[in-house]
């Protein structure tokens, strides 16, 4: 069974740094497309950032402040955020799958975590 649990969330404040993790079981992420979504409150979930192979994808919105990483050693995905801001609130999700297109979209994608919260103040 494949599990991916998110981990890392929290408060800061606007212009702080977070580092989420998304560790699996079940299911090996190398070799795999994986990414991190986000969901605020009334919003539909979007695609932050996203890996697969050598490749890396990133929204606009958080180009040159957030990192996604793979530890294959610990089949772990990270997302370093930097320079966060207010609207960088919301639910942070990690998923995985195998795609051709559609790296930030969530259609692209078979398995979800369960998401932790993450929330910049002002």
């Known amino acids: 069974q494949v599990q991916l649990v998110e981990s890392g969330g929290g408060s800061v404040q606007a212009g702080g740094s977070l580092r989420v993790s998304c560790a699996a079981s079940?299911?090996?992420?190398?070799?795999?497309?994986l990414a991190w979504f986000r969901q605020a409150p009334g919003k539909e979930r979007e695609g932050v950032a996203a890996?697969?192979?050598?490749?890396?994808y990133y929204a606009d919105s958080v180009k040159d402040r957030f990192t996604i990483s793979l530890d294959n050693a610990k089949n772990t995905l990270y997302l370093q955020m930097n320079s966060l801001k207010p609207e960088d609130t919301g639910i942070y999700y990690c998923?995985?799958?195998?795609?051709?297109?559609?790296?930030?979209?969530?259609?692209?994608?078979?398995?979800w975590g369960q998401g932790t919260q993450v929330t910049v103040s002002s």
């Open positions: 079940g299911y090996t992420f190398r070799s795999n497309g």
């Open positions: 890996t697969y192979g050598l490749n890396t």
């Open positions: 998923a995985a799958g195998r795609w051709v297109t559609g790296a930030l979209q969530p259609y692209a994608y078979n398995y």
